[in-house]
């Protein structure tokens, strides 16, 4: 991690931070094409250790921490994700048609607060060229889950219709499917988690998705009571878990005041609090029918231990890789065996979905 904090780090922020991110994947994709040292990668990265095994989705994750969507969009790289420590990986958003996204500039550092703002805009190269990815590289090591979203132009009245579509496209290519009803960068998206909307578009994701597991992926900006109603919404049409949560429109008590004021989703440290408290009410209302993965704010095992005390199943990083590099997923699961350690825990199972 010193080695990416001091090297690595400095000269990819001298770059645009989209710039940045695509190099990088790149050469995830070329490494992954060429399989060069992977044997050598897993050897450094991975930690091995039984009591961190998590069974979830009728799914067995070696590790609890996976990746967040958002990184690998278009499954260029789904392979090094696993090479690279994480217990899953989850690919996306994908829409069912390929569409550029939002104008650049559209990702921002936020170095003080180890946050980041996007508003990307659901920049997908399409479920059939994603699919196609996807074909040509599995099997995979890890769980691999695909996170689907309706393209811009497409009415929310017929949003079904695409989430349908793409599922229809990469059925049988992944584990599991994330509806992304919550990103704040597609207008008017979020109004798919009203319950009058939301369980018809689970019912008929699920009854598309076949055997392979449908979630839901959930804002962390609900007021009142109406979270709970759009899970008891995601209950009822059948979703076989919850994602909490997606990238937050709140500015609070962040130190970089300009940067603060560029639209998009935040992510990162100052997301922690507010996701961890959405992962909470999340489980007292499902009560542990369904799994919860854990996102949002997530840079350390203790964070990762607050979220799982909270109700968390499974846990997914994004900006933590960003700003602390590949050795933040060892780092984590080094950490929790420690944290198990102290608390005399033998099994991540005694607490995971436990919302203690």
Same mark, same amino acid.
């Given at each position: ?7 690595? /780090? !400095?000269? +990819? %922020? =001298?770059?645009? *931070?989209?710039? #940045? ?8 994709? $070329? ?72 104008? /650049? !500039?559209? +990702? %921002? =550092?936020?170095? *003080?607060?180890? #946050? ?8 997908? $190269? ?72 939301? /369980? ?157």
């Amino acid at each position: 991690m010193s080695l990416y904090r001091e090297i690595a /780090r !400095p000269v +990819l %922020f =001298r770059r645009d *931070a989209e710039d #940045a991110h695509l190099s990088v994947l790149h050469m995830l994709a $070329l490494w992954q094409r060429l399989g060069v040292g992977a044997r050598l990668a897993q050897a450094l990265t991975h930690v091995t250790d039984p009591r961190l095994h998590v069974r979830a989705l009728g799914l067995d994750f070696q590790l609890p921490v996976g990746l967040a969507a958002g990184l690998d969009k278009h499954a260029e790289a789904p392979h090094a994700w696993g090479w690279l420590g994480f217990g899953h990986a989850e690919l996306g958003t994908i829409t069912p048609r390929p569409q550029s996204g939002n104008p /650049r !500039p559209r +990702l %921002f =550092r936020l170095p *003080a607060d180890e #946050a980041l703002i996007n508003r990307m805009g659901f920049n997908s $190269l399409g479920a059939a060229k994603v699919a196609e990815n996807l074909f040509a590289t599995r099997p995979f090591a890890i769980p691999i889950g695909a996170n689907v979203g309706k393209n811009k132009d497409t009415p929310n009245e017929a949003a079904v219709d695409d989430y349908v579509a793409a599922i229809e496209q990469l059925r049988g290519l992944s584990d599991w499917f994330t509806l992304n009803v919550s990103s704040p960068n597609t207008p008017d998206l979020r109004k798919l988690q009203q319950p009058s909307a939301m /369980r018809a578009l689970v019912e008929q994701s699920v009854q598309a998705a076949g055997a392979t597991p449908v979630l839901v992926k959930v804002a962390p900006d609900f007021v009142d009571d109406d979270l709970e109603q759009t899970i008891d919404a995601v209950l009822e049409g059948g979703a076989a878990g919850v994602i909490a949560s997606n990238t937050t429109l709140t500015r609070d008590n962040l130190r970089d005041t300009a940067r603060a004021q560029e639209a998009g989703g935040l992510s990162g440290a100052p997301l922690k609090d507010k996701a961890t408290q959405t992962i909470r009410r999340v489980y007292a209302r499902t009560q542990g029918r369904v799994p919860v993965i854990g996102v949002g704010g997530i840079a350390t095992a203790e964070d990762a231990w607050e979220k799982l005390l909270a109700g968390a199943d499974l846990l997914q990083v994004y900006s933590a890789l960003i700003f602390q590099g590949p050795g933040v997923v060892k780092a984590i699961h080094l950490g929790l065996l420690d944290i198990m350690e102290r608390e005399g825990v033998k099994s991540i199972g005694e607490v995971v979905g436990q919302g203690t």
